[in-house]
């Protein structure tokens, strides 16, 4: 998988993200502040641009650059999140032109650290977590039982939407969400949801 | 749902432009999303800045002046800034002396503000920081994401800006500042959700005979649904909730604070029943302030916020402030 491959992945990401705009946004009105789409579109159209303006030469300067954008476009709690995990997945995959399934998974592991650490959340606390973890997890296993990518992307966007649906039923204990106690209870995270979205944009 | 604006897209923007049309003693830089005093950076002053989303004004560019906030960073509608705009406004106002950053306690205002303190000490820049949480609608706790900053935002900036402006250290400003957010409590309650430009519509239907208790400043549901009941007896559940928190006691500085959508002479009957209720309690009213200072667009509803005062916090709310929004003694 090379720059091109990512390169795709993001505008897969920027178009699936701009389809679900609205879906996002009202999932994110009935238990947090109604923005959630709107910066996350916002976030990955600036995205959009810093890559024409600088198109990257690989896969970890490309990942890199498109955490930078979201830190410094989006705001909330979304845009350090989101860029944190884009900037750890470029940090970890260094300069190589080429990466492989192993270097994705193990990315994507420390992707995560990267974005539990700020956020302070665990699985289960109805956040981005909820679907990020699994992902994570089932490219790991994909690339030890050595599946071809295609196969493990399709498993790791199926564990995220899985993830994400099952935040529905949980009490939220981190996030704007929290702060509606027993209320947040049957309703998808938004975070979630946009993670699941960002993983089914992975693509062969 | 109707809104004076040109664009969803640019509500923001064109709105600090007008706000730097209207005050010359401001500088507004619109692209950057930063608002400044005229005479800042002002050498060997320590300098405040805080910062969140939009939607809440005056809160927080409305308090930028003499006596207050040195500078303000909106974010969008109701998203904290991002660290650039913290450290634009940071670079922008600092005299030498240090810079206070005020923060409500928000997930993402927390980590878009400790981001830019990283860079702003990569720069060498001497930068504190206090975490207003004053809401008492929200349990605190590990499991928690902890109390929503709200109006107690509004005594942090004005207090710890009467100590920058008197000269004392950074040290000194911080720790006034959490003193004043150690004291201070808040409870909110809306009668109606409010309509954020981009999505142009009520964030949630709140059927007419019904209020939300617990609300936050971002047009979010509260923690419960109640039926709409007296402004006696909704001051009571407000003030129950306080004093349950903090008992009131002594001297209190009161605000009584619209939300964006209640006519002001509704706030003043809400704020008969406070000043009634605190009697009850045997504590007194000692400074008080009525009106829309922290609000959430045009929700209708109303917050309370008590902060037990000494008479050194009574010394620097009374002191000299000149802000578009908050004005007195100059």
């Not at chain 1, 679900?20 to 159209?45: E, S």
Request: charged share 20%; hydrophobic share 45%; net charge negative.
């Amino acid at each position: 998988m090379d720059v091109t491959f990512f390169t795709a992945w993001i505008q897969e990401i920027i178009r699936v993200l701009s389809i679900n705009r609205d879906l996002l946004t009202r999932l994110d009105a009935a238990i947090g502040d109604a923005d959630h789409g709107t910066n996350l579109d916002r976030g990955f159209t600036s995205v959009r641009q810093a890559l024409s303006d600088t198109p990257p030469d690989t896969p970890g300067q490309l990942l890199t650059l498109v955490g930078n954008t979201l830190i410094r476009r989006v705001g909330g709690a979304s845009g350090p999140l989101y860029g944190s995990l884009f900037r750890q997945l470029g940090k970890s995959l260094g300069d190589a032109p080429e990466v492989s399934l192993d270097d994705l998974a193990a990315a994507f592991a420390t992707g995560l650290e990267s974005v539990t650490r700020l956020g302070k959340a665990a699985e289960g606390d109805k956040t981005m977590v909820d679907a990020l973890a699994p992902a994570a997890r089932t490219l790991s296993s994909a690339a030890r039982e050595g599946l071809k990518p295609g196969e493990a992307f399709g498993r790791a966007a199926a564990a995220a939407a899985e993830g994400a649906k099952a935040t529905i039923p949980l009490q939220a204990r981190k996030g704007r969400a929290s702060y509606l106690g027993p209320r947040s209870v049957g309703h998808e995270d938004p975070g979630a949801a946009s993670a699941a979205l960002i993983l089914s944009a992975l693509h062969p | 749902m109707k809104k004076l604006i040109n664009d969803a897209e640019s509500v923001v923007a064109d709105a600090l432009t007008g706000l730097a049309a209207a005050h010359p003693a401001l500088r507004v830089d619109v692209e950057a999303r930063v608002v400044w005093r005229a005479d800042a950076p002002r050498v060997g002053k320590v300098a405040l800045v805080s910062g969140g989303g939009s939607g809440h004004e005056p809160l927080h560019a409305g308090f930028v002046g003499y006596g207050m906030l040195d500078a303000a960073c909106p974010g969008e509608i109701f998203t904290s800034p991002v660290p650039d705009q913290v450290v634009a406004a940071t670079e922008r106002v600092d005299g030498g002396a240090g810079v206070l950053h005020v923060i409500k306690n928000y997930t993402g205002d927390v980590m878009n503000f400790e981001l830019a303190a990283e860079l702003c000490a990569q720069q060498g820049m001497a930068v504190a920081s206090v975490l207003v949480d004053d809401d008492v609608a929200v349990q605190d706790s590990l499991y928690t994401a902890g109390r929503r900053g709200t109006g107690a935002t509004l005594f942090v900036e004005k207090i710890a800006g009467a100590v920058a402006e008197a000269g004392a250290p950074l040290a000194e400003a911080t720790r006034v500042a959490g003193a004043v957010v150690a004291r201070s409590r808040s409870f909110g309650i809306a009668l109606t959700s409010c309509a954020v430009p981009a999505a142009g519509k009520p964030t949630f239907d709140l059927p007419e005979t019904e209020v939300e208790l617990g609300i936050g400043i971002h047009g979010e549901p509260g923690r419960t649904r109640a039926p709409l009941a007296s402004a006696r007896d909704l001051a009571a559940v407000a003030m129950d909730a306080v004093h349950g928190d903090l008992p009131l006691a002594g001297d209190l500085l009161v605000m009584v604070n619209g939300m964006g959508g209640t006519p002001l002479i509704e706030l003043y009957i809400a704020f008969a029943e406070v000043e009634a209720y605190i009697r009850g309690k045997g504590a007194r009213v000692a400074r008080s302030l009525v009106g829309n200072y922290v609000t959430s667009l045009d929700m209708q509803g109303f917050s309370v916020t008590v902060c037990q005062l000494d008479d050194e916090l009574t010394e620097l709310w009374d002191a000299p402030v000149q802000t578009p929004s908050l004005r007195w003694g100059r």
